[in-house]
């Protein structure tokens, strides 16, 4: 299920596994935390504990990086097809629509989610966008208060690494959302 590259958990799952487990787990009321990793990241965790940590935290960490590819093939691992952040965010849009499941779209400069929110409405006409809040509002009881009304079934986190994954795992037990995905400058991709 996982493989280990220099100490750094990486799940082996396809996006239709990731995809299936993922609604699985909202539907069973499971919270899971998803984290791309890719070799920089790994390399990072080398010198940052606590990164190594946190990453290891994840529920799912996904193999963002053909650098992972080619390692797992050399020590015989069985980690296949490359996951990217953006590709996973698209993904679970397109299950949240198919599942009348809900998003919210966390991080980035003001007015880029909302570009991003349009984008995610052409793409996906069916999917519910519980709310959209910038990643410079200081006030963490707002930001909570914010989430928790919306109450989304998936959140994605754009606040770029590894700031994302300290306030995931800092926040996800007291935030009423089931799936966490850090996404980096995926608001920016999606919105440019
Ligand atoms: N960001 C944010 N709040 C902050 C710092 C950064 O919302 O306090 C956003 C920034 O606007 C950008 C994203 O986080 O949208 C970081 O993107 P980047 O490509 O640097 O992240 P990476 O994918 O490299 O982790």
Not at 58 to 64: G, K, L, V
Not at 107 to 113: H, L, S, T, Y
Request: proline content about 3%; glycine content about 8%.
């Amino acid at each position: 299920m996982k493989e280990k590259f220099l100490g750094v958990d990486v799940s082996n799952f396809t996006y239709d596994q990731l995809k299936e487990n993922i609604i699985t787990d909202i539907d069973e009321n499971r919270k899971s935390f998803i984290v791309a990793i890719n070799p920089e990241k790994i390399l990072q965790a080398q010198r940052d504990e606590s990164l190594l940590y946190l990453l290891n935290q994840a529920t799912y960490q996904i193999p963002d990086g053909v650098g992972i590819l080619i390692a797992s093939r050399l020590n015989g691992g069985t980690i296949r097809e490359r996951v990217t952040g953006i590709d996973m965010l698209l993904a679970l849009c397109e299950q949240a629509s198919l599942h009348d499941k809900s998003v919210f779209l966390y991080g980035a400069k003001p007015g880029v989610a909302d570009e991003a929110k349009d984008r995610l409405r052409e793409m996906y006409p069916e999917l519910r966008i519980a709310g959209v809040l910038d990643g410079y509002v200081k006030d963490y009881e707002y930001i909570k208060e914010t989430i928790n009304e919306a109450k989304p079934d998936i959140i994605f986190v754009a606040l770029g690494s590894p700031r994302q994954e300290h306030w995931i795992v800092d926040h996800m037990d007291e935030l009423d959302v089931k799936v966490f995905q850090g996404v980096g400058g995926s608001f920016d991709v999606l919105s440019g």
